[in-house]
């Protein structure tokens, strides 16, 4: 039974958000977009947890400007824009595609399709050369093997 | 064909080794998160003044024609206290114009540790609940700008400033000699 408890308290255990009650939005709507975007942005000085998952002193007034932007009427978009006009992409988790980030997006695309061309190629190539039967015996091997089987 | 193959890996090898070469001797930082307001206008500032009886921080107060540095500070932070006497030496032996924010602190006690180590700020201001430090992209306290004549900044340090920036950056910029 106890065992039982426990799994059922495991299963629906919520992540723990660094977002305070006092900060939460009374429109349910507004906090549910606000969430969304607090999620994909990035803290700025612990590296790589959300806005939503630290408590950080900054983290925190970030959490408050995103709400304060939703209130003032801002898109997703918008408030997106504003956070990286202070602080960059950095603040973005999800980094955009742009000239810098090819890379990054297409990096590891492009080395699967180079390493899937090879692998393609070279098992066309083995296909290719035909497999030819061995050469028969001359008498001077024929004598040696004969030799080397009675021995 | 085959050969080139056999050669591969210490390719490989050496890029990565090469890599990290570069990465060690560059002084390339991994965890420096950049800052986007170099080479732009200062962001806006509008705070009220921390000490009691002076005119408020303005746009206006960093566009004086000369170069002006803008501190964050918080009496609550101890890197604060190890950068505090090179902004001394800034004001007193170069005349240095500098701009003090004191961030998410309470007014009394930002007054208080000014009182206490020696007051450098020309200007100072409040930032109680830290909107223009977000208008101005920081990331925490010490953080320090360099601003030009015409309003832009030049530099951006995110923690304490250091006899080596004072020395390789901040005076040259004083004297105009960093772009």
């Known amino acids: ?151 | 064909m085959r050969r080139l193959l056999f050669i591969l890996p210490l390719l490989t090898l050496a890029l990565m080794a090469g890599f990290f070469a570069w990465s060690l001797t560059s002084g390339r930082d991994p965890a420096s998160i950049g800052s986007v307001v170099v080479g732009r206008p200062a962001p806006k500032l509008d705070l009220p003044a921390l000490r009691p009886g002076e005119p408020p921080l303005t746009d206006e107060s960093l566009r004086t024609g000369k170069p002006v540095i803008v501190n964050f500070f918080a009496s609550w932070c101890t890197p604060c206290l190890a950068e505090h006497p090179l902004f001394t030496r800034l004001r007193e032996r170069e005349g240095a114009t500098i701009v003090g924010i004191a961030w998410k602190n309470k007014r009394d006690d930002a007054t208080a540790w000014l009182k206490k180590l020696g007051d450098p700020f020309k200007l100072a201001g409040l930032d109680l609940d830290g909107k223009t430090g977000l208008d101005w992209g920081l990331s925490g306290v010490p953080e320090t700008y360099l601003i030009d004549g015409a309003g832009i900044v030049r530099r951006h340090y995110r923690g304490p400033i250091t006899e080596r920036d004072l020395n390789e950056t901040i005076l040259p910029f004083l004297k105009g000699a960093v772009k």
């Open chain 1, 1 to 151: 039974m106890r065992g039982l408890l426990c799994l059922l308290a495991l299963l629906f255990a919520l992540p723990a958000l660094a977002v305070e009650p006092s900060e939460i939005l009374p429109d349910p709507a507004l906090e549910a977009r606000a969430r969304e975007i607090g999620r994909s942005l990035r803290c700025v000085v612990c590296q790589n947890q959300s806005i939503d998952d630290s408590s950080a002193e900054v983290a925190r007034d970030m959490r408050r400007a995103v709400r304060e932007r939703l209130t003032a009427g801002d898109s997703d978009g918008d408030v997106f824009a504003y956070m990286v006009a202070r602080y960059g992409d950095y603040v973005l988790l999800k980094p955009p595609f742009k000239a810098g980030t090819l890379i990054l997006w297409l990096g590891a695309p492009l080395v699967l399709l180079v390493a899937g061309a090879a692998l393609l190629l070279a098992a066309r190539r083995r296909r290719a050369t035909p497999i030819v039967a061995p050469k028969p015996l001359d008498e001077e091997e024929r004598r040696r093997l004969d030799a080397l089987l009675k021995g």
